[in-house]
């Protein structure tokens, strides 16, 4: 008996949205990239370590120089972190 695979298949729309408001994702950032993910952001000194958190979508959360603030950020939130290196 020969058993057929099964295919999940999901739209770009739902691929976009996977994870939304139960995911974030904590990375560090380098200082050229800050502008462009934060715009918002004020001058920062070049030499911080810079840590991130972002929605699984990649909306732009928190940004700090304190990692276990982006942790106490996602608990907030209530989102299951995962961490990009």
């Known amino acids: 008996m020969l058993m057929k695979e099964a295919t ?3 739209t770009l729309s739902e691929l976009a949205h996977l994870g939304a408001g139960e995911v974030g994702y904590i990375r560090k950032m380098r200082y050229d990239e800050i502008n ?3 715009p ?3 001058e920062i000194d070049p030499s911080l370590d810079l840590w991130a ?3 699984a979508d ?3 959360l928190l940004l700090t120089d304190n990692r276990s ?3 106490f950020k996602a608990a907030e939130d ?3 972190t995962v961490s990009l290196h």
């Open 8 to 10: 999940a298949r999901l």
């Open 36 to 38: 462009r993910c934060f």
């Open 40 to 42: 918002e952001a004020p």
């Open 53 to 55: 958190l972002f929605g």
């Open 58 to 60: 990649g909306t732009p």
């Open 69 to 71: 603030s982006t942790f």
């Open 78 to 80: 209530e989102l299951r």
